[in-house]
């Protein structure tokens, strides 16, 4: 399908006067048009659009339409009814009362080109430009992340219920493009075993009969493979994307000994971060998070915080459940600077600080850290009145540090473990530690004198500070904004559903963050153009009770 730019839409009179009439009050399709006017133009969109084919539906509408869609939690079926029947989603889109509309399908083929095209963030960027010329969000100043999780699109699979999903998924794509290839090659058990769905309340129940199953499929997916890969006429098989999985689920499932495979031991399986939970969805990853556990994604939204301007998602990152959120600050502030929207102080949760962090965040962004860093995690620290690595003072021009009774170490050396994130290691003479006084409150080593670690100056420097910082009053009344994130997090999962994948794959859920916070963004830039006050936290009846007791 060709694209054929159109003009910038403008409500006609007739559905002006009638949206209107029916909805003196205004609407929340009518405030936002109002507030903004057009959002999205044709040819933004050019580049995910062939030169040839029959003229596509003018793609800026479709997009709004994508938006509006998620503000008020709507299927692609009804979104396209919206737009056929509703007044005020014909205001915002600028059309006629008698314009039919467009069919349901023209939606996922949208999100489709975005996808395919790398262009997810385009209407988040396109959002965040109008807004930056109407003054309402701007670099500097003050913004917050936090992360959450997101369940996969998929049901949670036990590892025998994993194993037998995983080749179903495979035979089944298989008979979708050699049906008859595979009709030669299937056993009669194969139909049996992996006709329907593989669930737990179906699978034997003793560890034994469990273990003989679990034997049974290993080789039954060793066989497909094995077929697989002998199919010379057919070697595009080996490229089918459930045959891959099927590789790579039987890697972490299986050992082979003496040429046959072996069920794995719990203690033989690889890391969670390195295992595919559902062939219906590789990419998706089983993690916990304190009580939290659950397979699928985490997103990261970071939003502007500032008093005196509407509160703004700048930014949206998608990972893998497993991926740590302190590796996520860099990548955060680079697609900011990409943006022009960096912050000077940028507020977050323990999670995401480190000395790196940090140090880097400063000389490379030029913006400040505002979060808590973990505690010592050393007995000294947790004993109450042992000594601590703060405790030591460091003179890194001369490379001695002067423990608490005032004795120097006696050597400065690189250390040889670096995996530990420590640049340097300083030693104090035996002579000087076995006869302290305060030796029990400053090692456990029997006969070795005390050693101390440390990172690259600046890296010890920045986290020794912090670490006093954050016991202040000031720490604590800067900080406290950061919980304002809270509610996005609120406001996205009960207007969107953020914490539900919607789609299949890390690139689709991604789109359906962007989306979220571009639809969460319209509704706060409508709230603010209408003045409404910003909602309180909620209390139950019985904690209301609290302060007046």
Not at 98 to 108: A, M, Q
Not at 131 to 157: E, I, N, P
Not at 231 to 248: H, Y
Not at 344 to 359: A, F
């Amino acid at each position: 399908m060709s694209l054929h730019p159109e003009e910038l839409p403008s409500v006609p009179e007739d559905t002006r006067r009638v949206a209107l009439a029916a909805f003196p009050n205004g609407t929340l399709c009518l405030h936002i048009t109002d507030a903004l006017g057009p959002i999205y133009r044709d040819g933004q969109f050019k580049d995910l659009f062939p030169r040839r084919g029959q003229p596509a539906e003018a793609p800026g509408r479709v997009a709004l339409v994508t938006v509006l869609q998620y503000v008020e939690g709507l299927s692609d079926r009804q979104a396209a009814d919206a737009v056929r029947g509703r007044i005020d989603w014909k205001y915002a889109l600028g059309l006629s009362l008698t314009n039919p509309g467009f069919d349901h399908t023209v939606l996922s083929e949208f999100r489709s080109r975005l996808v395919e095209g790398d262009a997810e963030r385009l209407l988040l960027d396109t959002l965040l430009q109008q807004l930056r010329d109407q003054g309402l969000v701007k670099a500097g100043g003050r913004q917050r992340t936090d992360s959450t999780h997101v369940l996969a699109a998929v049901r949670g699979l036990n590892r025998l219920e994993r194993a037998g999903e995983t080749v179903r998924a495979a035979l089944n794509e298989l008979a979708t493009v050699a049906p008859d290839w595979l009709r030669t090659l299937a056993p009669t058990v194969w139909y049996e075993r992996y006709g329907r769905r593989v669930e737990n309340y179906r699978l034997p129940k003793t560890d034994a009969t469990r273990l003989e199953l679990a034997t049974a499929i290993g080789a039954d997916g060793r066989q497909l493979l094995a077929a697989v890969d002998t199919a010379v006429d057919r070697p595009w098989l080996a490229q089918l994307p459930a045959v891959g999985v099927l590789r790579e689920v039987w890697k972490a499932q299986y050992i082979e000994e003496d040429g046959r495979l072996r069920w794995r031991t719990v203690k033989e399986m690889p890391a969670a971060a390195e295992q595919i939970s559902s062939p219906y969805d590789p990419e998706a990853r089983y993690s916990k998070k304190r009580e939290i556990s659950w397979v699928g994604y985490k997103v990261h939204l970071t939003e502007t915080c500032d008093p005196e301007a509407p509160n703004v998602i700048t930014n949206v990152e998608t990972t893998l459940a497993t991926t740590p959120d302190d590796n996520m600050v860099a990548v955060v502030h680079q697609s900011l600077e990409r943006s022009t929207l960096l912050p000077s102080e940028h507020l977050v949760d323990k999670g995401y600080t480190d000395s790196r962090v940090l140090v880097d965040s400063r000389q490379r962004y030029d913006v400040t850290i505002v979060g808590p860093v973990a505690d010592d995690p050393s007995w000294q620290a947790r004993s109450g009145d042992g000594f601590t690595k703060a405790q030591f003072q460091v003179d890194w021009d001369r490379q001695v540090v002067t423990c608490p009774a005032g004795k120097q170490s006696i050597s400065w050396l690189p250390n040889t473990w670096p995996e530990n994130g420590m640049m340097f290691e300083a030693r104090f003479a035996r002579k000087d530690c076995t006869p302290c006084e305060l030796r029990t409150r400053c090692t456990r080593a029997k006969n070795e004198p005390r050693l101390i670690g440390l990172q690259a100056r600046e890296y010890f420097e920045a986290l020794q500070a912090a670490r006093r910082h954050q016991t202040t009053e000031d720490f604590r009344q800067n900080h406290a904004a950061r919980a304002g994130i809270e509610g996005t997090h609120a406001q996205a999962v009960s207007r969107c559903g953020l914490r539900r994948c919607r789609y299949i794959g890390l690139a689709k859920t991604h789109l359906q963050h962007v989306i979220t916070a571009v639809a969460v963004n319209l509704v706060r830039i409508a709230d603010w153009d209408a003045a409404s006050p910003t909602a309180k936290t909620r209390w139950s009846r019985f904690a209301a009770l609290q302060p007046a007791a």
